[in-house]
């Protein structure tokens, strides 16, 4: 099991930056893919960004491409989320997630197979 905590949420102007940080509990973090996701008010949750087990490989929905950067320190049991050129239409809660996932290389894309969450950080973008 691992629990997570987001930070680095806040309000920022649009073309602005901003980075998320989750802190995870446990020994074992390099068994499990992390993924960022959001939610915005009256929308469902979705996909944001993934990272490996070990870091080698990402994925990333659409609109965050060329924009956001995701990251993990094993050794720090940390997972990050760079976010620049930031748009009004990025405001929304972002949840850190976890999924315990056997392939070394594999990246999840899918909501609703994470296991873990975290309790969300706020990010707001102000036009």
């Known amino acids: 099991q691992v629990q997570l905590v987001e930070s680095g949420g806040g309000l920022v102007q649009a073309g602005g930056s901003l980075r998320l940080s989750c802190a995870a509990s446990g020994r074992t973090f390099s068994s499990y893919v992390m993924g960022w996701l959001r939610q915005a008010p009256g929308k469902e949750r979705e996909f944001v960004a993934a990272?490996?087990?070990?870091?080698?490989?990402?994925d990333y929905t659409d609109s965050a491409k060329g924009r956001f950067t995701i990251s993990r320190d094993n050794a720090k049991n940390m997972v990050y989320l760079q976010m620049n050129s930031l748009k009004p239409e990025d405001t929304a809660v972002y949840y850190c997630a976890a999924r315990n996932e056997g392939n070394i290389l594999y990246v999840e894309t899918r909501v609703h197979e994470y296991d873990y969450w975290g309790q969300g950080t706020q990010v707001t973008v102000s036009s």
């Open positions: 990272i490996s087990r070990s870091g080698g490989n990402t």
